[in-house]
Nanobody, 121 residues
């Protein structure tokens, strides 16, 4: 059984920083990517950053240079570090694990979701 438990989020002023954390449990995700998706009001949920099973990272253009993903295998955590936040970053953020064969940003790739956490800029 896989669980993704998210902490962090909240309100921050434009230009500020925020860190989201995700504790991952479940042996079966070793071959999965882990990452973060977000869904703004009225928009589709889509990926902003993932790290695949060999540690390669992919970033959406909208967050490149402002977002970093980090993974601590000892603690089984995946963190999202965000800086220079903009109002358009306002969304519900989700930790995710899954596999992909095409567009990594597609939410249909995700097999496991953490609970969402609201980020408001």
């Amino acid at each position: 059984h896989v669980q993704l438990v998210v902490s962090g989020g909240g309100s921050v002023q434009a230009g500020g920083s925020l860190k989201l954390s995700c504790v991952v449990s479940g042996n079966s995700i070793r071959t999965y990517f882990v990452g973060w998706f977000r869904q703004a009001p009225g928009k589709q949920r889509e990926g902003i950053v993932i790290m695949d099973s060999i540690g390669s990272e992919k970033y959406a253009d909208s967050v490149t240079g402002r977002v970093t993903i980090s993974k601590d295998n000892a603690k089984n955590t995946v963190d999202l570090h965000m800086v220079s936040l903009k109002p358009e970053d306002t969304a519900m953020y989700y930790c995710a694990a899954g596999t992909y064969g095409g567009d990594w940003r597609d939410a249909s790739n995700v097999r496991y979701w953490g609970q969402g956490t609201q980020v408001t800029v």
